[in-house]
């Protein structure tokens, strides 16, 4: 079993900064990469941003610039530092990680969301 907790969601106002945290537990073998999603009312869930095992990252083009994803792997937690903030960054924030059991298969896994609202 693994679980995914994030924490770090409220309500800003616009220019404003957000630090979202998910930190990962449980077992497995490793995890291969990180990332998260988000989803606004009447939106499709959309990728963010995404950081995969050799460090490497990646960004949705309505956040780059804006957004840091970063890892601490000796902790399981990923991060995701918002700066700038718009309005129409309000969503709901879905982190995952995709991992290797003990089995040796790969799957992935949410987490629970945190609501980031805002305001103009």
């Known amino acids: 079993q693994v679980q995914l907790v994030e924490s770090g969601g409220g309500l800003v106002q616009a220019g404003g900064s957000l630090r979202l945290s998910c930190a990962a537990s449980g077992r497995f073998f490793s995890i291969k990469g990180m990332g998260w999603y988000r989803q606004a009312p009447a939106k499709q869930r959309e990728l963010v941003a995404t950081s995969g095992s050799g460090g490497m990252s990646n960004y949705a083009d309505s956040v780059k610039g804006r957004f840091t994803i970063s890892r601490d792997n000796a902790k399981n937690t990923v991060y995701l530092e918002m700066n700038s903030l718009k309005p129409e960054a309000t969503a709901v924030y879905y982190c995952?990680?995709?991992?290797?059991?003990?089995?040796?298969?790969?799957?992935?896994?949410w987490g629970q969301g945190t609501q980031v609202t805002v305001s103009s």
């Open positions: 995952y990680a995709l991992v290797t059991i003990p089995r040796g298969n790969d799957n992935l896994y």
